[in-house]
């Protein structure tokens, strides 16, 4: 089975500040990678996602996160955060061979002016 | 394209009541998934289909929940009869089979409330 674990619920840090948001994962099997982002009363949106090839992922809005295998991680990272990427950050896994999306708890990243 | 629409957005009801909350994917994808999400256990996968087919219905809570999905543009989820704990943010998602790990699309959710 698949399981994915943020270590941090809430990453306070203010604006212009870099941040790293952390994921780790288990799996017997390969996967894919997603990190998706939830705004106040949204649905949730795809920030990016690893499929293959390159370890380093950029996504929307200045966001990347670098692949693992050897620590099965998947951080987040930005270099500078801005109010507006106050949010809820999810991890998500995918095993390659099924379409099951299975999410981590969340992270609640608060940018303070 | 429109993207994913649920309706309704917000419902309050009473306990015992039934509720029915609706989906309509993206045109073309192939799979559509409800989850529920819950400050206690966070995003939970109730069931999945493709290509209408309901695939796992594992995550469903109990006999009180049921979907269905009568064609590729449609579905719906149903309690009967609605209890207090069932109040959370449902949300419904669709995929499409075209790409590896295409990874969904969300649509804004459904606010349920049981009072």
């Known amino acids: 089975a698949q399981s994915v674990t943020q270590l941090d619920s809430q990453v306070p840090v203010f604006e212009e500040a870099p941040v790293e948001l952390r994921c780790n994962y288990s799996?017997?099997?390969?996967?894919?990678l997603f990190w998706y982002v939830q705004y106040p009363n949204q649905g949730l949106q795809l920030l990016l996602k690893?499929?293959?090839?390159?370890?380093l992922v950029k996504g929307i809005n200045g966001f990347e996160a670098e692949f693992n295998k050897s620590q099965t991680s998947f951080h987040l990272r930005k270099p500078s955060v801005h109010i507006s990427d106050t949010a809820e950050y999810f991890c998500?896994?995918?095993?390659?061979?099924?379409?099951?999306?299975?999410f981590g708890t969340g992270t609640r990243l608060q940018v303070f002016p | 394209d429109a993207g994913v629409i649920q309706s309704p957005r917000h419902e309050v009801t009473e306990m015992g009541q039934e509720v029915t909350l609706r989906c309509k994917p993206i045109?073309?994808?192939?799979?559509l998934f409800w989850y529920r999400q819950t400050m206690m256990r966070g995003l939970e996968l109730l069931i999945y289909?493709?290509?209408?087919?309901?695939?796992?219905d594992s995550g469903m809570p109990e006999d009180r929940f049921s979907a269905k999905m009568p064609n590729a543009s449609f579905s719906t989820l149903k309690i009967q009869p609605s209890e207090p704990r069932d109040s959370a943010v449902y949300f419904c998602?669709?995929?499409?089979?075209?790409?590896?790990?295409?990874?969904?699309?969300f649509g804004s959710g459904t606010r349920l409330t049981v009072v």
């Open positions: 998602a669709s995929s499409s089979t075209r790409g590896p790990g295409g990874g969904y699309t």
């Open positions: 799996s017997s099997v390969s996967v894919y």
């Open positions: 690893y499929l293959s090839g390159s370890t």
């Open positions: 998500a896994v995918t095993p390659t061979r099924t379409d099951k999306l299975i």
């Open positions: 045109s073309g994808h192939d799979y």
């Open positions: 289909f493709n290509n209408n087919v309901p695939i796992d």
